[in-house]
């Protein structure tokens, strides 16, 4: 009887957790803007990666392999899966999704620097300015 009535909650939270689950869109982007801080001197900077592109902040190399962002009438949130090396120490430091509304969920964990997803852009935002 236990067993059984176990058994039902558990399906029934499932069953619960699938219907409400809000299903989103993500719509590809070709490049990320970044949020990036040096621990040491406290600098904080912006900067944008073409995906596929590596790009040096500090002693890390960043290279976005994906940028997604929601349409404008989701909820919004742009999500980038990035990959991150220590160049000094010639390793791997992070490797999975980043999320802007949620930088604690899947964070950097780095002795001198911290780096952060703010957006995904359909064009990079140091070409935009310029023109």
């Given at each position: 009887m ?7 909650a ?6 619960l ?10 719509e590809?982007?070709?490049f ?6 040096d ?12 995906v ?7 002693g ?13 009438e ?29 930088p604690?969920?899947?964070a ?7 780096v952060?997803?703010?957006d995904?852009l359909s ?5 935009a300015s310029?023109?």
């Amino acid at each position: 009887m236990i067993r059984r009535t176990l058994l039902c909650a558990v399906a029934g939270v499932i069953a619960l957790a699938v219907f409400d689950a809000r299903a989103q869109t993500f719509e590809p982007y070709p490049f990320v803007l970044l949020g990036g801080m040096d621990k040491v001197t406290g600098n904080v900077t912006s900067f944008t990666v073409a995906v596929g592109q590596a790009q040096a902040f500090g002693g890390l190399e960043v290279t976005p392999q994906a940028c997604r962002k929601t349409p404008p009438e989701e909820p919004p949130e742009s999500a980038a899966f990035l990959q991150i090396d220590d160049t000094t120490m010639h390793e791997r430091v992070f490797s999975g999704w980043m999320f802007a509304s949620s930088p604690g969920v899947s964070a950097l964990e780095h002795p001198v620097y911290d780096v952060w997803v703010l957006d995904c852009l359909s064009a990079s935002q140091d070409a935009a300015s310029s023109e």
